[in-house]
T-cell receptor, first 113, second 114 residues
Framework: EAQVTQNPRYLITVTGKKLTVTCSQN?????MSWYRQDPGLGLRQIYY???????DKGDVPEGYKVSRKEKRNFPLILESPSPNQTSLYFC????????????FGPGTRLTVL | AQSVTQLDSHVSVSEGTPVLLRCNYS??????LFWYVQHPNKGLQLLLK??????LVKGINGFEAEFKKSETSFHLTKPSAHMSDAAEYFC????????????FGTGTRLLVSP
């Protein structure tokens, strides 16, 4: 089944403890991206990647890192999480770029205490 | 820079009546425009997209949207609401040029009453 998977789905952590949220797609898509969703703000793009080893900042990249070492994986790294990073996070992928249909993962709900 | 404004945070309709969700956009280039739907506790799903072909775009579940360049609008409509349409709807813009960013609106929650 074609899909985007994220792990974990739920995570509660404490300030400053490094964490990684994984994202994987099995559709051989080139474009992958991360978003955070907050009430009243919609989804905001954190980072995106056009292909392996090619990443770029979205609108809210501060406090996040990403890497794209393999085409199928695009992990989101929070080196030192803070409470203002408590949010619902979505990973998405598309065939070639931002003008293609985006396929979204199920979301990761992160709480930073 | 590109941006999207969804003019209503909430829209309430009765089942069987028309739906109108309003979206205005700003883009320096010829934009690609999308509507995505998010049902409660679910991920997002594409409803329809405009990518410089026909200005009237038909999507899934009876939804359609019209691209109006002169009004910089991309409103979403459906002739007759169904209870299952209750969800949050996001208008999205991308200019697809060197910066491959996607910009989402803040969302419109559609409430459908019996």
């Amino acid at each position: 089944e074609a899909q985007v998977t994220q792990n974990p789905r739920y995570l509660i952590t404490v300030t400053g403890k490094k964490l990684t949220v994984t994202c994987s797609q099995n559709m051989n898509h080139e474009y992958m991206s991360w978003y955070r969703q907050d009430p009243g703000l919609g989804l905001r793009q954190i980072y995106y990647s056009m292909n392996v080893e090619v990443t770029d900042k979205g609108d809210v990249p501060e406090g996040y890192k990403v890497s794209r070492k393999e085409k199928r994986n695009f992990p989101l790294i929070l080196e030192s999480p803070s409470p203002n990073q408590t949010s619902l996070y979505f990973c998405a992928s598309s065939l070639t770029g931002s003008t293609d249909t985006q396929y979204f993962g199920p979301g990761t709900r992160l709480t930073v205490l | 820079a590109q941006s999207v404004t969804q003019l209503d945070s909430h829209v309430s309709v009765s089942e069987g009546t028309p739906v109108l969700l309003r979206c205005n956009y700003s883009s320096s280039y010829s934009p690609s425009l999308f509507w995505y739907v998010q049902h409660p506790n679910k991920g997002l799903q594409l409803l329809l997209k405009y990518t410089s072909a026909a200005t009237l775009v038909k999507g899934i579940n009876g939804f359609e949207a019209e691209f109006k360049k002169s009004e910089t609008s991309f409103h979403l409509t459906k002739p007759s609401a169904h209870m299952s349409d209750a969800a949050e709807y996001f208008c999205v813009v991308s200019d697809g040029t060197g910066f491959q960013k996607l910009v989402f609106g803040t969302g419109t929650r559609l409430l459908v009453s019996p």
